[in-house]
């Protein structure tokens, strides 16, 4: 069952590991609650008087579908990661472990008064990624500071010379986010259409500046570390970071085209999405080519082809992204089902993959306990079927829905020909939701399971230590 | 080029400033100027009851399937005359919405004025619309036995209704229909001068 390149074990401090194990844990019930929330929803589409208490009904529990799984799941998931990755990067152990404790806890704890909150209809108005209200905000805001210091000064320590690219990635997500959820939070210049601005610019950049750059960062880590040759292109790297930079914060008006926003802004956003074309080819491009001629070493690890998939996704629901901006074809798909398409091609397909590739990279390896291969290839399967079939489904449904509205048919033929579609989604989403649960399964054979071995850590030499 | 790079602080430095500079451009300062925007003429502040309603609208997420957002476009001709900037001025938390699952209801008030139709579809939308997917607002409202004098009685039609008792409305429901039947565009032509 175990392969060669699985029995490598980090020289990893035992409190590292603990403090990794702890957030995927963490992480991974995040997955399974706020999924089995999302799968009820799209049950509600064939069966809308299907749990009807307020408790349960859609437009509460859609705000804990998303914001879980970007706080919940992603954030965690990804954050745990990315202090891993540093310490591995760094050659030392993370440097202020109660900052990310604290951090976790923070994480946790933002996400529990959010998710109650949001259930009994307290909410900062229905504007989507920003729902919960502000002091659970800034329990979140105080879980990425945490986080971000401890990465920081754990890089700043290190014993490398260089900043090893994915670092870049990470230190750059985590000194974003925070101005970011400064921006949201002040309400003071958010009235009206005001409000409105803010939201289409912080909308995309929680999205943009925060779950793209952790997933690069540790696509820029695991990728190498798996096939054990080198990044393609560093140049291409640091391309990809500054153009994301520059680019990524002036598309955000694209989710207002049509709106009242000045035009002249929606045009800017419109021509800054085709610019977006610049960082996700080039990143792309870096991936594809490191992995390139390796397809056997692909086929055999555990970790590869989540990450192939979600470099896939990265670079077709991206550009999708780039198309559904031009204007022409707006006036089709904005408002239908196909922008849901969109935001699951990229958080779960990308996003979601990547964070399921680092994990299965490097937990095993942090832990010394193996995932089962069965339960991998299911779990890699039914999630890869599970999305494209979700993405697909919703691609047409939501094409006939505007294509319905654009015919000057009364609105509810739009509802009947959609139906048929929401119900494939429904089915696809069982399978995602499925595959969750494998991967739980794996995850406790990753952390709490008892582990085949005695810990055999050992403290590094002082001076350079050799990179795990 | 990654040399000078190699402190972590100055990365964290430069990307701050950068990122800073950015999010004033694209996020602070359009959000201070449109702030600013001034009502279209003849529209009017909401009532304490409309502004309940409002606030119920929020927290059951009905903006989730329901713009407010009419665009100059031809598929959004039955929705109302397009969206001006003016007509968000007194909208805060915005409710322009991203997503219709259900039409657009900037003009809701206009089109359909009956409250006693909003209320048996908010009891019930399947009621009155086969197919609908929206949900029911059950909640919003009382059963009783017995209507007592001053309630309003809500006619659900057969088969939707409770098995015992009738349906009456309460206070939230109200105040959200009174919000809904707010919802009604100013023409921008005729100006409602003294
Ligand atoms: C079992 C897996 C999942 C199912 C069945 C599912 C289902 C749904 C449903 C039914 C909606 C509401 C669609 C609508 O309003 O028309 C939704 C929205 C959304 N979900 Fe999921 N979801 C799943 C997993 C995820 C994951 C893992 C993420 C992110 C990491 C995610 C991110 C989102 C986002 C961002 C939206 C809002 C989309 C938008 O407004 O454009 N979902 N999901």
Redesign the interface.
């Known amino acids: 069952m175990k392969s060669a390149s699985l029995a490598i074990r980090d020289n990893a401090e035992p409190e590292d590991v603990a403090l990794f194990s702890s957030f995927i844990t963490s992480a991974t019930f995040w997955l399974l609650f706020t999924t089995a929330v999302g799968l009820l929803l799209s049950f509600k589409f064939p069966y809308p008087d299907w749990a009807t208490s307020p408790f349960l009904s859609f437009g509460r529990l859609r705000a804990i579908h998303t914001n879980g799984t970007f706080y919940g799941w992603a954030s965690i998931a990804l954050s745990g990661t990315a202090i891993y990755v540093a310490a591995r990067t760094s050659g030392i152990g993370v440097s202020n472990k109660w900052l990310a404790w604290l951090s976790l806890a923070c994480y946790n704890l933002a996400a529990i008064c959010g998710t109650i909150t949001l259930d009994l209809g307290i909410n900062y108005g229905d504007q989507e990624y920003r729902e919960w209200v502000w002091w659970v905000k800034i329990i979140f805001l105080l879980g990425v500071l945490l986080s971000g210091l401890a990465i920081v000064q754990t890089v700043a320590n290190r014993v490398e010379r260089e900043i090893y690219i994915s670092n870049w990635y990470t230190i750059g997500g985590f000194v974003f986010t925070p101005i970011l959820a400064i921006v949201a939070i002040i309400p003071a210049y958010q009235v009206g259409l005001g409000q409105v601005a803010v939201q289409g610019f912080y909308m995309h950049n929680a999205v943009g500046m925060w779950f793209t750059f952790l997933a690069l960062g540790i696509t820029y880590y695991a990728l190498p570390k798996l096939l054990n040759r080198p990044i393609y292109s560093y140049a291409l790297g640091v391309l990809g970071f500054w153009t994301n930079l520059v680019f990524y914060p002036v598309i955000g008006a694209h989710h207002f085209e049509f709106s009242p926003l000045p035009w002249w802004f929606q045009t800017l956003a419109i021509v800054f999405s085709v610019g977006m074309l610049v960082p996700v080819w080039a990143g792309t491009a870096n991936f594809a080519l490191t992995m390139r001629a390796r397809g056997e070493t692909v086929r055999r690890s555990y970790a590869l082809p989540f990450i192939v998939v979600g470099v896939a996704y990265y670079f077709l629901g991206s550009t999708q992204g780039t198309v559904e901006a031009f204007r022409s074809l707006q006036t089709i798909w904005h408002f239908t089902s196909f922008t849901i398409g969109h935001s699951h091609a990229t958080m779960y397909g990308f996003i979601t993959f990547i964070a399921w590739g680092g994990i299965y990279a490097l937990l095993p390896r942090a832990t010394g306990k193996q995932p089962s291969l069965l339960a991998t290839g299911l779990h890699f399967w039914f999630a890869t079927i599970g999305v494209t079939a979700y993405v697909i489904a919703l691609s047409i449904g939501g094409t006939i829905q505007g294509l319905a509205w654009a015919a000057g048919n009364p609105f509810i033929a739009s509802v009947d020909a959609a139906a048929p579609f929401w119900v494939a989604r429904a089915v696809a989403g069982s399978l995602m939701f499925l595959a969750h649960i494998i991967f739980a399964y794996n995850v406790y054979l990753m952390t709490l399971a008892p582990g085949p071995e005695s810990d055999h850590w050992e403290p590094p030499k002082r001076g350079k230590a050799a990179t795990a | ?2 040399r000078g ?2 402190n ?2 100055s ?2 430095l430069v ?2 400033i ?3 500079a ?2 004033i451009l ?3 300062v ?8 001034p009502p279209t003429v003849g529209s009017q502040p909401y009532t304490a009851q409309e502004e309940r309603g409002r606030d119920i609208y ?8 329901h ?1 407010q ?1 009419v ?5 959004d001709e ?1 929705f109302g005359r397009p ?3 003016g ?17 657009d209801l900037t003009n809701i008030g206009g089109r359909q004025p009956s409250k006693i139709w909003q209320y048996i579809h908010l009891w ?3 009621s009155v ?1 086969h ?9 919003l409202f009382a059963v009783k036995p017995k209507a007592d004098p001053g309630d309003e009685v809500v006619p659900i039609p057969s088969g939707f209704g409770p098995t015992k008792g009738v349906v009456v409305t309460t206070t939230q429901s109200r105040d959200l229909v009174s919000y809904l039947e707010s919802l009604k565009q100013v023409s921008l032509t005729k100006r409602t001068g003294k």
């Open positions: 080029m990654n790079m190699n972590v602080w990365l964290v990307s701050a950068i990122y800073g950015l999010a694209m996020g602070v359009p959000g201070m100027v449109l702030s600013r925007t929020v927290s059951e997420g009905c903006e989730y399937c713009t957002n665009r100059p476009l031809k598929q039955v969206s001006t900037a007509d968000y001025a007194y909208d805060t938390p915005e409710l322009l919405g991203d997503h219709r699952n259900g039409p019930e939308p399947r619309v197919g609908s997917i929206m949900p029911r607002y059950t909640w």
